[in-house]
Protein backbone atom coordinates (compact mmCIF):
# COMPACT_ATOMS: atom_id res chain seq x y z
CA UNK A 1 0.00 0.00 0.00
CA UNK A 2 1.46 3.60 -0.67
CA UNK A 3 2.03 5.74 2.11
CA UNK A 4 0.37 8.83 1.09
CA UNK A 5 0.82 10.54 4.22
CA UNK A 6 4.72 10.03 3.44
CA UNK A 7 3.97 11.50 0.34
CA UNK A 8 2.24 14.24 1.38
CA UNK A 9 5.28 14.88 3.76
CA UNK A 10 7.59 15.23 0.74
CA UNK A 11 6.07 18.10 -0.85
CA UNK A 12 5.83 22.02 -0.01
CA UNK A 13 2.82 23.05 0.47
CA UNK A 14 2.16 26.57 1.72
CA UNK A 15 0.44 27.24 4.66
CA UNK A 16 -3.60 28.10 4.16
CA UNK A 17 -3.44 26.80 1.05
CA UNK A 18 -5.17 23.95 -0.18
CA UNK A 19 -4.04 23.22 -3.76
CA UNK A 20 -6.30 21.59 -6.40
CA UNK A 21 -4.41 22.91 -9.23
CA UNK A 22 -1.63 20.19 -9.50
CA UNK A 23 -3.55 19.32 -12.85
CA UNK A 24 -2.34 22.61 -13.74
CA UNK A 25 1.55 23.10 -12.11
CA UNK A 26 2.36 20.27 -9.24
CA UNK A 27 3.92 21.40 -5.90
CA UNK A 28 7.27 21.27 -5.10
CA UNK A 29 8.98 18.21 -3.78
CA UNK A 30 10.97 19.87 -0.46
CA UNK A 31 13.68 17.99 -2.06
CA UNK A 32 13.76 20.20 -5.39
CA UNK A 33 15.69 23.70 -4.27
CA UNK A 34 19.30 22.06 -2.62
CA UNK A 35 19.10 19.28 -5.34
CA UNK A 36 18.95 22.25 -8.10
CA UNK A 37 21.44 24.29 -6.33
CA UNK A 38 23.60 21.07 -6.38
CA UNK A 39 23.56 20.54 -9.99
CA UNK A 40 24.33 24.59 -10.06
CA UNK A 41 27.00 24.55 -7.94
CA UNK A 42 28.70 20.98 -8.16
CA UNK A 43 27.87 20.16 -12.10
CA UNK A 44 27.47 23.31 -14.06
CA UNK A 45 29.48 25.21 -11.76
CA UNK A 46 32.60 22.87 -10.85
CA UNK A 47 32.53 20.47 -14.06
CA UNK A 48 31.55 23.41 -16.56
CA UNK A 49 31.37 21.51 -20.12
CA UNK A 50 32.69 18.12 -18.58
CA UNK A 51 29.22 17.83 -16.93
CA UNK A 52 27.31 16.20 -19.79
CA UNK A 53 29.21 13.08 -19.60
CA UNK A 54 30.91 12.85 -15.82
CA UNK A 55 27.31 14.14 -14.17
CA UNK A 56 25.29 11.92 -17.09
CA UNK A 57 23.68 15.14 -18.38
CA UNK A 58 23.24 13.61 -21.86
CA UNK A 59 22.15 9.90 -20.75
CA UNK A 60 19.43 11.96 -18.85
CA UNK A 61 16.70 12.30 -21.18
CA UNK A 62 16.45 8.00 -21.55
CA UNK A 63 17.05 7.51 -18.13
CA UNK A 64 14.02 9.69 -16.92
CA UNK A 65 12.07 8.51 -19.71
CA UNK A 66 12.16 4.63 -18.15
CA UNK A 67 10.85 6.20 -14.93
CA UNK A 68 8.21 8.01 -16.55
CA UNK A 69 7.31 4.77 -18.92
CA UNK A 70 6.92 2.65 -15.66
CA UNK A 71 3.58 4.73 -14.51
CA UNK A 72 2.54 4.76 -18.16
CA UNK A 73 2.35 0.93 -18.77
CA UNK A 74 5.30 1.65 -21.45
CA UNK A 75 7.88 -0.79 -22.87
CA UNK A 76 11.53 0.06 -21.11
CA UNK A 77 13.88 1.88 -23.44
CA UNK A 78 10.61 3.69 -25.52
CA UNK A 79 10.01 6.87 -24.03
CA UNK A 80 12.08 9.94 -23.78
CA UNK A 81 12.55 13.32 -22.78
CA UNK A 82 12.64 16.48 -23.98
CA UNK A 83 11.04 19.95 -25.59
CA UNK A 84 7.48 20.99 -24.76
CA UNK A 85 4.19 19.37 -25.18
CA UNK A 86 3.36 21.28 -27.77
CA UNK A 87 6.49 20.28 -29.67
CA UNK A 88 5.83 16.44 -28.85
CA UNK A 89 2.56 16.39 -30.49
CA UNK A 90 4.13 17.64 -33.53
CA UNK A 91 6.50 15.21 -33.77
CA UNK A 92 4.15 12.47 -33.23
CA UNK A 93 1.82 13.53 -35.67
CA UNK A 94 4.46 13.93 -38.50
CA UNK A 95 5.42 10.88 -38.02
CA UNK A 96 2.81 9.15 -37.99
CA UNK A 97 0.87 10.93 -40.89
CA UNK A 98 4.27 10.00 -42.90
CA UNK A 99 3.43 6.18 -41.98
CA UNK A 100 0.23 6.49 -43.51
CA UNK A 101 0.72 8.75 -47.23
CA UNK A 102 -2.36 7.92 -48.57
CA UNK A 103 -4.91 8.85 -46.23
CA UNK A 104 -5.61 12.57 -45.49
CA UNK A 105 -7.82 12.36 -42.33
CA UNK A 106 -6.78 13.35 -38.32
CA UNK A 107 -8.91 12.57 -36.22
CA UNK A 108 -9.50 14.22 -31.96
CA UNK A 109 -12.13 15.78 -30.34
CA UNK A 110 -13.85 18.81 -29.65
CA UNK A 111 -13.09 18.61 -26.20
CA UNK A 112 -9.08 18.67 -27.03
CA UNK A 113 -6.72 20.76 -26.11
CA UNK A 114 -6.82 23.71 -28.00
CA UNK A 115 -2.50 23.32 -28.71
CA UNK A 116 -3.32 19.77 -29.97
CA UNK A 117 -5.13 21.28 -32.70
CA UNK A 118 -3.30 24.06 -33.32
CA UNK A 119 -0.29 22.21 -34.09
CA UNK A 120 -2.21 20.01 -36.05
CA UNK A 121 -3.46 22.58 -38.16
CA UNK A 122 0.07 24.15 -38.45
CA UNK A 123 1.31 20.71 -39.51
CA UNK A 124 -1.46 20.84 -42.26
CA UNK A 125 -0.25 23.37 -43.14
CA UNK A 126 3.34 22.96 -44.09
CA UNK A 127 2.55 20.19 -45.62
CA UNK A 128 0.15 21.13 -48.44
CA UNK A 129 -1.59 18.04 -48.69
CA UNK A 130 -5.02 18.57 -48.00
CA UNK A 131 -5.39 16.71 -44.86
CA UNK A 132 -8.25 17.19 -43.02
CA UNK A 133 -8.57 17.74 -39.00
CA UNK A 134 -11.89 16.32 -37.67
CA UNK A 135 -12.95 17.09 -34.72
CA UNK A 136 -16.71 15.62 -33.65
CA UNK A 137 -18.01 15.98 -29.75
CA UNK A 138 -16.16 12.98 -27.12
CA UNK A 139 -18.68 10.74 -27.53
CA UNK A 140 -18.89 10.90 -31.35
CA UNK A 141 -14.94 9.74 -32.08
CA UNK A 142 -15.97 6.35 -32.76
CA UNK A 143 -18.50 6.80 -35.60
CA UNK A 144 -15.73 8.76 -37.26
CA UNK A 145 -13.50 5.94 -37.64
CA UNK A 146 -13.46 4.48 -40.83
CA UNK A 147 -11.33 3.88 -43.41
CA UNK A 148 -10.07 7.53 -45.21
CA UNK A 149 -8.90 7.49 -41.21
CA UNK A 150 -4.74 8.47 -41.23
CA UNK A 151 -4.50 9.36 -37.49
CA UNK A 152 -6.16 9.06 -34.52
CA UNK A 153 -4.73 11.94 -31.75
CA UNK A 154 -7.07 12.11 -28.68
CA UNK A 155 -6.49 13.23 -25.17
CA UNK A 156 -7.42 10.42 -23.02
CA UNK A 157 -8.73 12.73 -20.39
CA UNK A 158 -10.45 16.00 -21.26
CA UNK A 159 -9.27 18.61 -19.95
CA UNK A 160 -12.12 20.75 -18.88
CA UNK A 161 -14.81 18.02 -18.30
CA UNK A 162 -12.20 15.32 -16.85
CA UNK A 163 -14.16 12.85 -18.84
CA UNK A 164 -12.20 9.81 -20.28
CA UNK A 165 -12.07 7.92 -23.44
CA UNK A 166 -12.05 4.44 -23.60
CA UNK A 167 -7.58 4.09 -25.02
CA UNK A 168 -8.14 0.33 -25.27
CA UNK A 169 -11.64 0.23 -27.39
CA UNK A 170 -10.42 3.40 -29.38
CA UNK A 171 -6.92 2.22 -30.49
CA UNK A 172 -8.61 -1.55 -31.33
CA UNK A 173 -11.37 0.32 -33.50
CA UNK A 174 -8.69 2.68 -35.19
CA UNK A 175 -6.24 0.12 -35.63
CA UNK A 176 -9.12 -2.15 -37.53
CA UNK A 177 -9.64 0.68 -40.22
CA UNK A 178 -5.98 0.60 -40.93
CA UNK A 179 -5.36 4.12 -38.52
CA UNK A 180 -2.69 4.64 -36.46
CA UNK A 181 -3.09 6.44 -33.02
CA UNK A 182 -1.65 9.24 -30.86
CA UNK A 183 -2.61 9.79 -27.32
CA UNK A 184 -1.69 12.40 -25.13
CA UNK A 185 -1.76 11.79 -21.47
CA UNK A 186 -1.47 15.51 -20.22
CA UNK A 187 -3.99 14.45 -17.76
CA UNK A 188 -3.32 10.92 -17.54
CA UNK A 189 -0.04 10.70 -16.75
CA UNK A 190 0.33 10.53 -12.70
CA UNK A 191 -3.54 10.96 -12.67
CA UNK A 192 -4.32 7.36 -13.30
CA UNK A 193 -2.62 3.94 -14.64
CA UNK A 194 -2.40 3.58 -18.31
CA UNK A 195 -1.38 1.21 -20.30
CA UNK A 196 0.36 1.96 -23.68
CA UNK A 197 2.03 -1.27 -24.21
CA UNK A 198 -1.47 -3.53 -22.94
CA UNK A 199 -3.43 -1.03 -25.52
CA UNK A 200 -1.26 -1.47 -28.75
CA UNK A 201 -0.68 2.43 -28.53
CA UNK A 202 1.65 3.70 -31.35
CA UNK A 203 2.55 7.17 -30.64
CA UNK A 204 1.91 8.96 -26.93
CA UNK A 205 2.82 12.19 -25.54
CA UNK A 206 2.45 14.16 -21.87
CA UNK A 207 3.99 16.77 -20.17
CA UNK A 208 5.16 16.43 -16.80
CA UNK A 209 4.69 19.82 -14.75
CA UNK A 210 1.16 18.80 -14.35
CA UNK A 211 0.00 15.38 -12.10
CA UNK A 212 3.95 14.22 -12.29
CA UNK A 213 5.32 17.38 -10.34
CA UNK A 214 8.02 18.05 -11.73
CA UNK A 215 7.78 22.01 -12.43
CA UNK A 216 7.17 24.72 -14.12
CA UNK A 217 8.23 23.93 -17.96
CA UNK A 218 9.82 20.17 -17.24
CA UNK A 219 10.29 18.75 -20.54
CA UNK A 220 7.32 16.52 -22.47
CA UNK A 221 8.02 12.82 -22.97
CA UNK A 222 7.41 10.73 -25.85
CA UNK A 223 6.90 7.25 -26.42
CA UNK A 224 6.82 5.38 -29.64
CA UNK A 225 6.22 1.78 -30.21
CA UNK A 226 8.77 -0.80 -30.22
CA UNK A 227 7.30 -1.97 -33.69
CA UNK A 228 7.59 1.31 -35.01
CA UNK A 229 10.29 3.05 -33.42
CA UNK A 230 13.28 2.30 -36.35
CA UNK A 231 10.58 2.99 -39.63
CA UNK A 232 9.64 6.04 -37.93
CA UNK A 233 11.37 9.22 -39.60
CA UNK A 234 11.58 12.46 -36.90
CA UNK A 235 10.65 15.44 -39.26
CA UNK A 236 12.01 17.23 -36.38
CA UNK A 237 15.61 15.77 -37.36
CA UNK A 238 17.60 17.81 -34.71
CA UNK A 239 21.16 17.08 -33.77
CA UNK A 240 20.89 15.22 -30.99
CA UNK A 241 18.33 12.51 -32.53
CA UNK A 242 21.39 11.85 -34.41
CA UNK A 243 22.60 8.21 -34.76
CA UNK A 244 26.36 9.75 -34.07
CA UNK A 245 26.01 13.47 -33.05
CA UNK A 246 29.30 14.25 -32.16
CA UNK A 247 30.15 12.88 -35.84
CA UNK A 248 29.30 16.00 -37.15
CA UNK A 249 28.37 14.76 -39.96
CA UNK A 250 26.83 17.08 -42.78
CA UNK A 251 24.27 14.38 -43.60
CA UNK A 252 21.07 13.68 -41.32
CA UNK A 253 20.80 9.34 -40.20
CA UNK A 254 18.04 8.85 -37.24
CA UNK A 255 19.48 7.30 -33.74
CA UNK A 256 18.81 3.16 -33.67
CA UNK A 257 15.59 3.86 -31.26
CA UNK A 258 13.53 6.27 -29.51
CA UNK A 259 16.27 8.48 -28.91
CA UNK A 260 15.78 9.93 -32.82
CA UNK A 261 12.74 12.00 -31.53
CA UNK A 262 15.32 14.17 -29.41
CA UNK A 263 15.80 17.23 -30.87
CA UNK A 264 18.45 19.58 -29.22
CA UNK A 265 19.93 19.85 -25.69
CA UNK A 266 18.15 19.19 -22.60
CA UNK A 267 16.90 20.99 -20.36
CA UNK A 268 19.42 20.09 -17.58
CA UNK A 269 18.23 22.16 -14.33
CA UNK A 270 14.76 20.95 -15.25
CA UNK A 271 15.10 17.65 -15.33
CA UNK A 272 17.05 17.59 -11.70
CA UNK A 273 13.72 19.22 -10.40
CA UNK A 274 11.60 16.02 -12.47
CA UNK A 275 14.42 13.64 -10.49
CA UNK A 276 13.47 14.44 -7.17
CA UNK A 277 9.47 14.11 -8.23
CA UNK A 278 9.88 11.05 -9.31
CA UNK A 279 11.72 9.67 -6.63
CA UNK A 280 8.53 10.62 -4.47
CA UNK A 281 6.74 8.60 -7.58
CA UNK A 282 8.91 5.71 -6.60
CA UNK A 283 7.05 5.70 -3.28
CA UNK A 284 3.71 5.23 -4.95
CA UNK A 285 1.40 2.68 -6.52
CA UNK A 286 -0.77 3.61 -9.57
CA UNK A 287 -3.36 1.40 -8.81
CA UNK A 288 -3.61 2.94 -5.54
CA UNK A 289 -2.95 6.63 -6.34
CA UNK A 290 -6.41 5.73 -8.29
CA UNK A 291 -8.39 4.17 -5.76
CA UNK A 292 -7.65 7.09 -3.49
CA UNK A 293 -8.48 9.67 -6.14
CA UNK A 294 -11.61 7.99 -7.29
CA UNK A 295 -12.82 8.53 -3.37
CA UNK A 296 -11.34 11.98 -2.84
CA UNK A 297 -13.46 13.13 -5.88
CA UNK A 298 -16.73 11.20 -4.90
CA UNK A 299 -16.21 12.71 -1.39
CA UNK A 300 -15.78 16.17 -3.20
CA UNK A 301 -18.65 15.92 -5.56
CA UNK A 302 -21.06 14.94 -2.51
CA UNK A 303 -19.83 17.86 -0.37
CA UNK A 304 -20.30 20.43 -2.62
CA UNK A 305 -23.90 18.99 -4.15
CA UNK A 306 -24.62 19.16 -0.78
CA UNK A 307 -24.29 22.56 -0.03
CA UNK A 308 -23.62 24.69 -3.18
CA UNK A 309 -27.00 23.97 -5.36
CA UNK A 310 -26.06 26.68 -7.98
CA UNK A 311 -22.92 24.62 -9.55
CA UNK A 312 -23.78 22.39 -11.51
CA UNK A 313 -21.38 19.07 -11.77
CA UNK A 314 -19.45 19.07 -15.16
CA UNK A 315 -17.63 15.74 -14.96
CA UNK A 316 -19.08 12.48 -15.07
CA UNK A 317 -20.61 11.11 -12.18
CA UNK A 318 -19.21 7.43 -12.53
CA UNK A 319 -15.71 7.64 -10.95
CA UNK A 320 -14.58 5.36 -13.59
CA UNK A 321 -15.35 7.69 -16.39
CA UNK A 322 -13.51 11.05 -15.04
CA UNK A 323 -9.69 11.59 -14.83
CA UNK A 324 -8.44 12.82 -11.38
CA UNK A 325 -10.26 15.99 -11.64
CA UNK A 326 -13.88 17.63 -11.06
CA UNK A 327 -15.48 20.16 -12.45
CA UNK A 328 -18.68 21.98 -12.26
CA UNK A 329 -20.65 24.65 -14.44
CA UNK A 330 -20.96 28.09 -12.92
CA UNK A 331 -21.71 31.58 -14.88
CA UNK A 332 -19.63 33.28 -12.48
CA UNK A 333 -16.89 31.02 -12.44
CA UNK A 334 -14.04 33.67 -13.21
CA UNK A 335 -14.76 35.36 -10.10
CA UNK A 336 -16.07 32.48 -8.25
CA UNK A 337 -12.68 31.12 -8.69
CA UNK A 338 -10.71 34.17 -7.38
CA UNK A 339 -12.65 34.76 -4.45
CA UNK A 340 -12.10 30.88 -3.61
CA UNK A 341 -8.05 31.68 -4.18
CA UNK A 342 -8.06 34.54 -2.00
CA UNK A 343 -9.38 32.40 0.72
CA UNK A 344 -6.69 29.51 0.14
CA UNK A 345 -8.92 27.35 -2.27
CA UNK A 346 -6.54 27.17 -5.33
CA UNK A 347 -8.12 25.74 -8.39
CA UNK A 348 -8.79 27.27 -11.95
CA UNK A 349 -11.44 28.11 -14.46
CA UNK A 350 -11.15 27.29 -17.63
CA UNK A 351 -13.27 29.15 -20.61
CA UNK A 352 -16.77 29.67 -20.63
CA UNK A 353 -17.80 28.39 -17.07
CA UNK A 354 -15.82 26.04 -15.81
CA UNK A 355 -14.36 25.64 -12.09
CA UNK A 356 -11.83 22.86 -12.30
CA UNK A 357 -10.38 21.23 -9.25
CA UNK A 358 -7.84 18.89 -9.45
CA UNK A 359 -7.39 16.00 -6.51
CA UNK A 360 -4.08 14.59 -6.29
CA UNK A 361 -3.74 11.56 -3.78
CA UNK A 362 0.08 12.42 -3.44
CA UNK A 363 -0.32 15.63 -1.14
CA UNK A 364 -4.15 15.72 -0.79
CA UNK A 365 -6.31 14.09 1.74
CA UNK A 366 -9.49 14.16 2.99
CA UNK A 367 -9.12 16.72 5.43
CA UNK A 368 -8.12 18.93 3.10
CA UNK A 369 -11.21 17.93 0.62
CA UNK A 370 -13.95 18.59 3.43
CA UNK A 371 -12.26 22.13 4.37
CA UNK A 372 -12.35 23.10 0.74
CA UNK A 373 -16.24 21.94 0.28
CA UNK A 374 -16.34 24.22 3.82
CA UNK A 375 -14.73 27.37 2.28
CA UNK A 376 -16.62 26.91 -1.24
CA UNK A 377 -19.89 26.70 0.53
CA UNK A 378 -19.37 29.96 2.48
CA UNK A 379 -18.26 31.84 -0.71
CA UNK A 380 -21.33 30.42 -2.82
CA UNK A 381 -24.18 30.60 0.13
CA UNK A 382 -23.19 34.26 0.50
CA UNK A 383 -22.17 35.04 -3.30
CA UNK A 384 -18.77 36.51 -1.70
CA UNK A 385 -17.85 36.64 -5.15
CA UNK A 386 -19.98 39.09 -6.63
CA UNK A 387 -17.10 42.01 -6.39
CA UNK A 388 -15.71 44.10 -8.72
CA UNK A 389 -12.13 42.89 -7.38
CA UNK A 390 -12.49 39.08 -8.35
CA UNK A 391 -14.17 39.94 -12.07
CA UNK A 392 -10.39 41.49 -13.30
CA UNK A 393 -9.58 38.73 -15.45
CA UNK A 394 -5.83 37.90 -15.18
CA UNK A 395 -3.28 36.75 -18.25
CA UNK A 396 -3.58 33.32 -16.50
CA UNK A 397 -6.72 32.17 -15.46
C1 LIG B 1 -1.29 21.10 -20.68
C2 LIG B 1 -1.49 20.59 -22.06
C3 LIG B 1 -0.63 20.98 -23.09
C4 LIG B 1 0.44 22.01 -22.87
O1 LIG B 1 1.42 22.03 -23.87
P1 LIG B 1 2.80 22.76 -23.59
O2 LIG B 1 3.51 22.76 -24.87
O3 LIG B 1 3.51 21.98 -22.51
O4 LIG B 1 2.51 24.14 -23.10
C5 LIG B 1 -0.83 20.40 -24.33
N1 LIG B 1 -1.81 19.50 -24.56
C6 LIG B 1 -2.64 19.11 -23.57
C7 LIG B 1 -3.70 18.10 -23.86
C8 LIG B 1 -2.53 19.66 -22.30
O5 LIG B 1 -3.36 19.31 -21.34
Not at 69 to 77: D, P, S, T, V
Request: charged fraction near 20%; proline fraction near 5%; hydrophobic fraction near 45%.
Amino acid sequence: MTDFAATKAMFHLPKGVIYLDGNSLGPLPKSAPNRVTKTVQDEWGEMLITGWNKAGWMAQPSNIGDRIARLIGAEKGHVVMGDTLSIKVYQALASALEMRPDRKVILSDNGNFPTDLYMAEGLIGSLGRQHQLKTPAHGDVADHINEDLAVLMLTEVDYRTGQKHNMKALTEKAHAAGALVIWDLAHSAGALPVDLAGCNADFAVGCTYKYLNGGPGAPAFIYVAPRHVANVRPALSGWLGHAAPFAFDLNYAAGSGIERMRVGTPPVLQMAALEEALDIWDMADMADVRAKSIALCDRFIAGVEASCPTLKLASPRDGAQRGSQVSFHFDNGYPAMQALIARGVIGDFRAPDIMRFGFTPLYIDEGDVDAAVAIIADVMGNDLWDTDEYKQRSRVT
